[in-house]
Every structure is written in C-alpha cells, then in structure tokens.
T-cell receptor, first 112, second 115 residues
C-alpha cells in the first residue's frame, strides 16, 4: 500500500519567517495530495491541495509544490503568524480508491 | 459547502459497554465513508471504509467484530465500538468524499474515553 513520510516532526520558527514541510510518497499511482491543519482537539481542516497534473499551487501565504518524478511534495508557508501554530498533515490519495494515507504530522510553532 | 455532522463529540463509557458514533452527510450523498482513529499526538490511521448497501472494508489489524460499521443510507454511516476497553480510548473521525472532485469532508470527531 501507500506509505507517506513527513518531515520534520516539529518545526519552530520566528514570526514572519517561512516554514517548509516535506512529504514523500511511495505509490506512483497517487494523484491527489491535500494538506491539513489540525488544531488541538479539532478536526483536520484542508488548507491547500494539489493534483498530479500540476507542479505548483499557491493561495496567499501558502503554497504547495509537487515533484512526481521524485515522489515528493512540500508545503510552504510564508510570513508566518502565531495563529499558524498547529499540527500539519500531508496526505496522498488514489482518486479511484478515495482513501487517504496520512503523514505522521508536523507540529509547527510560530514564536511571536 | 459539504458538511459531515458527527455525534457525539465526546463520550465517556465504562469498560465492557458499547458506544455508537454517527456521521451524517448533511447536504450531499455519501456513498462512501472513511473511519479514522487518532491517538494523542499521532496521525490519522484509517480503520475501515464503509459503502452504502454493502459490507465495510477493514484495514489490516482492525477487528471487524469489535468495530462494527453500518452504512444503511446515503447520508448515514455508524461506527459501534463493542465491548470497549481503555485501550480503545481515542479520537475517532469520519471523512466522506464531497461533491468537489477529489475533495474530502471530515466530521468534527468523537473523543472516546473508556474508564
């Protein structure tokens, strides 16, 4: 089955700096890669996603890049703010099967 | 947008009892529902996939007789934890493919504590 590895497990940055989280996947058939933000005790919230026919996608301070050849994708957050502090999960999905395999998560702390 | 309503949001039960968790798709039909379990400070682990009108598919290592899943209609899927034990204490969350292609909608999650 699919295996998703996520790094780093924890990340601490100063407010205003950029944060980068990286994920690799094993199944070349995966074609949908969402990123979720989860605050303590709450459901994961989709913040951005990318499909395999696109190499990069940006939404304000958040961007995701995908390298299909290397089977890795990354989340970039610029101008970080304290409210960005949360656990971030990447996932890889097979569109036909529908289910997602999640990375282990990255705890991001943005220091004021 | 697509909404999945999950109840209860938290439950405390005694060891040996059963607990039912419900997930309802409010404004779309969910022919498929994914059930995840999340232990503290860990990732979401897929337990099973339920499909309306057919038997659920369980992931390796998940006891189907302990975690009963029923998907009786296009808007309701239930997970029953039978004979619960303290090690079943976890955050259970459902997710359904939403109307947007490739998108998924999560329920709000259920915090189960077995004492």
């Amino acid at each position: 089955g699919e295996n998703v590895e996520q790094h780093p497990s924890t990340l601490s940055v100063q407010e205003g700096d950029s944060a980068v989280i990286k994920c690799t996947y094993s199944d070349s058939a995966s074609n949908y890669f969402p990123w979720y933000k989860q605050e303590l005790g709450k459901r994961p919230q989709l913040i951005i996603d990318i499909r395999s026919n696109v190499g990069e996608k940006k939404d304000q301070r958040i961007a995701v890049t995908l390298n299909k050849t290397a089977k890795h994708f990354s989340l970039h957050i610029t101008e970080t703010q304290p409210e960005d502090s949360a656990v971030y999960f990447c996932a890889a999905s097979l569109a036909n099967a529908g289910k997602s395999t999640f990375g282990d998560g990255t705890t991001l702390t943005v220091k004021p | 947008g697509a909404v999945v309503s999950q109840h209860p949001s938290w439950v405390i039960c005694k060891s040996g009892t059963s607990v039912k968790i419900e997930c309802r798709s409010l404004d779309f039909q969910a022919t498929t529902m994914f059930w995840y379990r999340q232990f503290p400070k860990q990732s979401l682990m897929l337990m099973a996939t339920s499909n309306e009108g057919s038997k659920a598919t369980y992931e390796q290592g998940v006891e189907k007789d302990k975690f009963l899943i029923n998907h009786a209609s296009l808007t309701l899927s239930t997970l029953t934890v039978t004979s619960a034990h303290p090690e079943d204490s976890s955050f259970y969350i459902c997710s359904a493919p939403s109307a947007v292609p490739y998108g998924y909608t999560f329920g709000s999650g259920t915090r189960l504590t077995v004492v």
